[in-house]
């Protein structure tokens, strides 16, 4: 076991590990962080994608042991209040999820997205967004969801 210390959606934190686990598996069972999930196990579904440092990141591939000193941040971190992040809304308001499993990771793509392009047009959202799977279809609501979020954050 090995102690690390790291930011936790802007707070500090630290976390007793073991060497193998993964960053996902401490989110969920050190903090109860449960927005990012494992689901394939590989890095090609998007389903437990977290921020690390501000880039994204397979939580399922990623070892916590590399967080050590790093700013962390979920999908929680987005609506710490009563009001939702812009892209949580948008998702909401154009029905960009049906069983919602992927939709965190989908979230926190779209937030890298939007902050490195502001005004992204549909293939810039599709190829953005093609490390993530849907298995429930939703795609032509994600890339409306990510466009409102768009429009949002500029009228903001």
Known sequence: MRTIRFMLNGRPVSAEIAPHHNLVELLQNQFALLG?????????????????????????????????????????????????DP???????EGAFQCGFCTPGFILMARQLLDENPDPNDDDIRHYLSGNLCRCAAYPEIIRAVKRAAAMRRAA
């Open 87 to 93: 892209i949580q809304q948008a998702f909401i308001d």
């Open 36 to 84: 990012a999930r494992e689901s394939c196990g590989q890095g090609l579904c998007g389903c437990c994608t977290v921020l690390v440092d501000g880039v994204a990141v397979s939580g399922c591939l990623y070892l916590a042991a590399f967080v050590d000193g790093a700013a962390v941040e979920t999908v929680e971190s987005l609506a710490p209040g009563a009001a939702l």
